[in-house]
């Protein structure tokens, strides 16, 4: 089945069952390898992309869903300042370690920052709960944030 959405500012189309998960769309179709494969069933957020500007779990979320909609991943977030200073920050605060569950925390965080320009650590906490990192980078994350949030305001 088609599906139509844009990605990353551009239109796209796929021809492919409307039940595959967006993330394998966007790795195997589309052949965009920064969203990554964590867990498959939305409980760590390396998968993590917007659409239509909310951070959603792409392993679980059909691309069905994406129908008509935007979708924005890690290949394009920089596009935004406010995806720029979330990266900046996070070189500038040496957050990654092995870095696999970064595309999803930059995601994440990008999209907090995004509706909430100062936000508050229990905020950060909350919004980044479902980003797990193996290497417990979560005190230079949490700067990372804090740093980019005073860099856009």
């Known amino acids: 089945m088609t599906t139509r959405f844009t990605l990353n500012g551009q239109p796209t189309t796929v021809d492919v069952d409307p039940t595959t998960p967006i ?3 966007l790795r195997d179709t589309l052949e965009l390898t920064g969203t990554k494969f964590g867990c498959g069933a939305a409980q760590c957020g ?3 992309v917007h659409l239509n500007g909310q951070p959603i779990r792409s392993c679980v979320t059909p691309v069905a869903a994406a129908a008509g909609a935007k979708i924005t ?3 394009a977030v920089a596009a935004d300042k406010v995806g720029k200073a979330v990266q900046d ?4 605060h040496d957050v990654a370690q092995c870095g696999y ?3 999803g ?3 994440s965080a990008t999209a907090l920052l995004q509706k909430t320009k100062t936000p508050s650590v229990a905020q950060i906490d909350a919004a980044m709960a479902g980003n797990i990192c193996r290497c417990g980078t979560y005190a230079r ?3 990372a944030i804090l740093d980019a949030s005073a860099s856009i305001v």
């Open 23 to 25: 993330l394998w769309v």
């Open 46 to 48: 390396a998968c993590t």
């Open 73 to 75: 991943t890690i290949e």
């Open 89 to 92: 920050a996070w070189v500038k």
């Open 101 to 103: 569950c970064q595309s």
């Open 105 to 107: 925390q930059v995601m």
């Open 141 to 143: 994350v949490r700067a």
